[in-house]
């Protein structure tokens, strides 16, 4: 496990020390979850990108360029 040295405001720290206390672990804990939770949240952000531009490009849709919505299309049973 590596360590990083943060620069953080004294009332910053002392606020988060106090969530710390209450929530029984550290703050140093606290800043290994919310990094974990910033990676994890990038990765689904990614992955749901990846599965949109695939839906995309395997759809039948009808919206190509230069299709307009017309009163038929509206009414197609």
Do not use: C, Y
Request: aromatic share 4%; hydrophobic share 40%.
């Amino acid at each position: 496990m590596k360590n990083i040295t943060l620069a953080i405001d004294d009332g910053v720290l002392d606020r988060a020390r106090l969530v710390a206390a209450r929530r029984r672990t550290t703050v140093n804990a606290m800043v290994r979850e919310f990094l974990a939770e910033v990676g994890e949240r990038e990765d689904k952000v990614a992955e749901a990108r990846r599965q949109l531009l695939h839906l995309m490009d395997t759809s039948e849709g009808r919206m190509t360029p230069g299709w307009t919505f017309d009163r038929d299309d509206a009414h197609e049973r």
